[in-house]
């Protein structure tokens, strides 16, 4: 050895860690992106399913109809179920905030690009919870669709008549949640 010391200036060492750090995102980023859509996915069923037991528990405390709708003013039944939604009570059915009703809750849009979208009994677009708690005839889903119609991202709450919630679930492990005659959600 002639007595000098080998290694990495710093220069060389900050180019190293940046290239690792390029690397290791260039590879991971496509299962960052489906982790973080399936989380605001995810995210936004829970705000459903929140909303659903807020109008629930509302009817039956206070004895009075209550109102889930879209909305994209909050204020209105109106709009796209993505563009947000609200709870208000309803003493008279009328799916109007008027007279002496309330605002109980206002759900934001979807956080991701994608719709949202309620089937029920009647293909009515809202959901009226009555004083005993159970839905106004209503049972049915809603149901997340991503963008890009990715069934591996979709979501779906299904509403009973007794107006309990539950989320359907992926039952035979392929990644894809299963509605509740069984069958794999398609968008």
Known sequence: MDGQMRGLTLVELLVCVALLAILLVSVNVGGFAETRDKRHAESAMTDIVSAIAMARQTAVNEATMVTFCRSD????CQGQWHDGSIVFTDRNGDRQMNGDDRLL?????????????????????YLQMTPFGMTNYQNGNFTYCPENGD????RQ??????????????????????????????C
Request: positive net charge; without cysteine; proline residues 3%.
């Open 73 to 76: 003013d909050g204020a209105h």
């Open 105 to 125: 809750y206002r759900l934001q849009p979807l956080m991701i690009p994608g719709s949202l979208k309620f089937r029920s009994f009647g293909n009515k677009q």
């Open 151 to 154: 069934a591996n991202l979709a």
């Open 157 to 186: 709450v299904i509403i009973s008549f007794t107006g309990r919630t539950r989320y359907a679930r992926d039952k035979d492990g392929d990644g894809i949640v299963e509605n509740s005659q069984g069958e794999a959600l398609a």
